[in-house]
């Protein structure tokens, strides 16, 4: 999950940021769970507008009675009814495209508690915050901190360069902010332009994420990368290797998601194989897991995990 909004091709999305401040919508349950109501709602508010619900009926009918998921979503990404009333008025179709992903919601969700189940039994120490499925301006995807994952279905859904299925995307995109929130929070708090955010951290950051929802949903949330960087893994690794200890980020993360030719968020690509080498090599998976999590020295574990570029 990148820590600032990203601009993704034609479609300007933000995805998925990591809130400074964690503040408790509610408190972690014992079984993590994953809520739709406030889609529900937001489409009984548009239906009965006609498509069209003014800023006030938004504030008062859709933000107003929404899930303290939403509320948490709204305050931190500033999201009104007058801006959601913006966005309707001058990108209605992605709101009307969305409705192709409430068809997916069930199976979603009982795929993310199987998810959800798979990382409790692997770690016993994990964070079963809730995720809810909200409805917002058109961008972010989504915000992640301790308290919980809120994706915007809308955002989500018009996000046509991540995976090609729609269930699919939803399950790997969670999954992998899921494993954001489980690292280590002097870790999380690391932005952009900070002297100790460095490629190799922050793509170590971002490829955990990647490694632990491959791990318990079967799929990393960039599933373009597997198709965009065969044949080039040297070339783009030797590459990484040159500028990990540099603290522009520009050529690796919030870059977007690039095309076949010129692939953008490489640091996830590379930053996962780091990860995944690290998990495969050591012989207690949930130490290694607590490892990944709680990582602090970035060489120290890129040291530990083996990896070599490809040759």
């Given at each position: 999950?990148?820590?600032?909004?990203?601009?993704?091709?034609?479609?300007?999305?933000?995805?998925?940021?990591?809130?400074?401040?964690?503040?408790?919508?509610?408190?972690?349950?014992?079984?993590?769970?994953?809520?739709?109501?406030?889609?529900?709602?937001?489409?009984?508010?548009?239906?009965?507008?006609?498509?069209?619900?003014?800023?006030?009926?938004?504030?008062?009918?859709?933000?107003?009675?929404?899930?303290?998921?939403?509320?948490?979503?709204?305050?931190?990404?500033?999201?009104?009814?007058?801006?959601?009333?913006?966005?309707?008025?001058?990108?209605?179709?992605?709101?009307?495209?969305?409705?192709?992903?409430?068809?997916?919601?069930?199976?979603?969700?009982?795929?993310?508690?199987?998810?959800?189940?798979?990382?409790?039994?692997?770690?016993?120490e994990a964070t079963?915050?809730?995720?809810?499925?909200?409805?917002?301006?058109?961008?972010?995807?989504?915000?992640?901190?301790?308290?919980?994952?809120?994706?915007?279905?809308?955002?989500?859904?018009?996000?046509?360069?991540?995976?090609?299925d729609l269930e699919?995307?939803?399950?790997?995109?969670?999954?992998?902010?899921?494993?954001?929130?489980?690292?280590?929070?002097?870790?999380?708090?690391?932005?952009?332009?900070?002297?100790?955010?460095?490629?190799?951290?922050?793509?170590?950051?971002?490829?955990?994420?990647?490694?632990?929802?491959?791990?318990?949903?079967?799929?990393?949330?960039?599933?373009?990368?597997?198709?965009?960087?065969?044949?080039?893994?040297?070339?783009?690794?030797?590459?990484?290797?040159?500028?990990?200890?540099?603290?522009?980020?520009?050529?690796?993360?919030?870059?977007?998601?690039?095309?076949?030719?010129?692939?953008?968020?490489?640091?996830?690509?590379?930053?996962?194989?780091?990860?995944?080498?690290?998990?495969?090599?050591?012989?207690?998976?949930?130490?290694?897991?607590?490892?990944?999590?709680?990582?602090?020295?970035?060489?120290?574990?890129?040291?530990?995990?083996?990896?070599?570029?490809?040759?």
């Amino acid at each position: 999950m990148p820590l600032q909004p990203k601009t993704r091709g034609p479609v300007v999305v933000a995805l998925l940021v990591l809130a400074a401040s964690s503040p408790a919508w509610a408190a972690p349950p014992r079984r993590a769970v994953v809520l739709t109501q406030d889609v529900t709602r937001f489409y009984e508010v548009y239906d009965a507008a006609g498509g069209q619900p003014s800023a006030g009926q938004l504030d008062r009918d859709y933000l107003g009675q929404g899930s303290e998921g939403l509320r948490h979503f709204a305050q931190v990404r500033n999201v009104t009814g007058a801006r959601i009333a913006d966005t309707l008025g001058r990108r209605p179709e992605i709101y009307v495209a969305a409705r192709r992903c409430l068809t997916v919601l069930p199976a979603v969700k009982r795929r993310l508690t199987t998810a959800f189940g798979k990382l409790a039994r692997l770690y016993p120490e994990a964070t079963l915050s809730p995720v809810t499925i909200v409805v917002g301006r058109g961008r972010p995807i989504g915000v992640a901190d301790s308290s919980g994952v809120a994706m915007g279905l809308e955002a989500l859904c018009a996000a046509d360069f991540m995976h090609p299925d729609l269930e699919d995307r939803f399950v790997h995109t969670i999954a992998h902010e899921y494993g954001h929130i489980q690292q280590a929070q002097a870790l999380k708090d690391l932005e952009p332009g900070d002297a100790g955010a460095t490629v190799l951290r922050m793509s170590l950051m971002e490829g955990a994420a990647e490694f632990v929802g491959e791990l318990i949903s079967g799929a990393p949330g960039n599933h373009q990368h597997r198709a965009w960087t065969k044949g080039r893994e040297a070339q783009i690794e030797a590459a990484f290797v040159a500028d990990q200890d540099k603290t522009d980020l520009s050529a690796w993360l919030n870059n977007g998601p690039g095309t076949a030719e010129k692939p953008g968020d490489l640091g996830y690509w590379v930053g996962h194989r780091i990860v995944k080498a690290y998990y495969d090599r050591a012989p207690d998976k949930r130490q290694a897991l607590a490892d990944i999590f709680e990582m602090a020295d970035p060489k120290a574990f890129l040291t530990a995990s083996g990896w070599r570029p490809a040759s």
